[in-house]
Protein backbone atom coordinates (compact mmCIF):
# COMPACT_ATOMS: atom_id res chain seq x y z
CA UNK A 1 0.00 0.00 0.00
CA UNK A 2 2.68 2.10 1.09
CA UNK A 3 4.50 1.74 -2.32
CA UNK A 4 1.24 3.12 -4.01
CA UNK A 5 2.31 5.96 -3.18
CA UNK A 6 5.21 6.59 -5.06
CA UNK A 7 8.10 8.75 -4.33
CA UNK A 8 7.48 10.32 -0.85
CA UNK A 9 10.38 11.16 1.98
CA UNK A 10 11.56 8.51 4.24
CA UNK A 11 9.59 10.50 7.05
CA UNK A 12 6.12 10.54 5.00
CA UNK A 13 6.70 6.61 4.54
CA UNK A 14 6.60 6.29 8.50
CA UNK A 15 4.18 9.02 9.28
CA UNK A 16 2.07 6.60 6.54
CA UNK A 17 2.83 3.22 8.39
CA UNK A 18 2.24 4.47 11.85
CA UNK A 19 -1.68 5.94 10.56
CA UNK A 20 -2.05 2.31 9.30
CA UNK A 21 -0.39 0.37 12.16
CA UNK A 22 -2.58 3.20 14.99
CA UNK A 23 -5.79 2.22 13.01
CA UNK A 24 -5.39 -1.64 12.89
CA UNK A 25 -4.36 -1.62 16.52
CA UNK A 26 -7.89 0.70 17.49
CA UNK A 27 -9.88 -1.55 15.70
CA UNK A 28 -8.57 -5.07 17.26
CA UNK A 29 -8.24 -3.45 20.44
CA UNK A 30 -12.08 -2.56 19.94
CA UNK A 31 -12.98 -5.89 19.58
CA UNK A 32 -10.66 -7.67 21.70
CA UNK A 33 -12.36 -5.29 24.50
CA UNK A 34 -16.07 -6.23 23.36
CA UNK A 35 -15.11 -9.66 23.55
CA UNK A 36 -13.72 -9.45 27.02
CA UNK A 37 -16.28 -7.45 28.28
CA UNK A 38 -19.07 -9.93 26.90
CA UNK A 39 -17.37 -12.96 27.94
CA UNK A 40 -16.81 -11.49 31.41
CA UNK A 41 -20.63 -10.32 31.70
CA UNK A 42 -19.32 -7.76 33.75
CA UNK A 43 -23.05 -6.93 34.72
CA UNK A 44 -25.94 -5.97 31.38
CA UNK A 45 -25.34 -2.10 32.57
CA UNK A 46 -21.19 -2.21 31.65
CA UNK A 47 -21.62 -4.28 28.74
CA UNK A 48 -24.35 -2.04 27.26
CA UNK A 49 -22.27 1.38 28.06
CA UNK A 50 -19.12 -0.28 26.46
CA UNK A 51 -21.22 -1.22 23.37
CA UNK A 52 -22.25 2.51 23.28
CA UNK A 53 -18.93 4.24 24.08
CA UNK A 54 -17.34 1.59 21.51
CA UNK A 55 -19.88 2.51 18.87
CA UNK A 56 -19.24 6.26 19.15
CA UNK A 57 -15.52 5.92 19.25
CA UNK A 58 -16.46 3.67 15.50
CA UNK A 59 -18.79 6.42 14.35
CA UNK A 60 -16.12 9.33 14.62
CA UNK A 61 -13.57 6.78 12.82
CA UNK A 62 -16.41 5.89 10.00
CA UNK A 63 -16.36 10.45 9.65
CA UNK A 64 -12.93 10.62 9.83
CA UNK A 65 -12.29 7.91 7.06
CA UNK A 66 -15.19 9.47 4.69
CA UNK A 67 -13.32 12.81 5.10
CA UNK A 68 -10.30 11.69 4.19
CA UNK A 69 -9.07 8.67 3.01
CA UNK A 70 -12.38 7.78 1.18
CA UNK A 71 -11.85 10.88 -0.85
CA UNK A 72 -9.27 9.02 -2.35
CA UNK A 73 -9.41 6.50 -5.29
CA UNK A 74 -8.29 3.34 -2.88
CA UNK A 75 -11.43 0.91 -2.82
CA UNK A 76 -10.11 -0.42 0.78
CA UNK A 77 -11.14 3.62 2.54
CA UNK A 78 -13.88 3.88 0.50
CA UNK A 79 -15.43 0.95 2.35
CA UNK A 80 -14.01 1.29 5.49
CA UNK A 81 -17.30 4.29 6.98
CA UNK A 82 -19.88 1.73 5.62
CA UNK A 83 -17.86 -1.22 7.52
CA UNK A 84 -17.54 1.18 10.61
CA UNK A 85 -20.98 2.75 10.49
CA UNK A 86 -22.26 -1.20 10.11
CA UNK A 87 -20.46 -1.99 13.14
CA UNK A 88 -21.49 0.93 15.17
CA UNK A 89 -24.94 0.26 14.50
CA UNK A 90 -24.86 -3.71 15.33
CA UNK A 91 -23.13 -2.89 18.90
CA UNK A 92 -25.88 0.07 19.32
CA UNK A 93 -28.53 -2.33 18.62
CA UNK A 94 -26.68 -5.17 20.81
CA UNK A 95 -26.60 -2.61 23.78
CA UNK A 96 -30.59 -1.93 23.82
CA UNK A 97 -31.35 -5.62 24.93
Not at 5 to 33: C, H, K, P, Y
Request: with cysteine.
Amino acid sequence: MVAGFGEISADNRRVLVQEWLAEAVTMWSFAVLIVVVTAVGGGTSVAHWTYRVTAGALLVLAVLTALTGARTPVVWFKICPVLLSASAVLLLVASLG
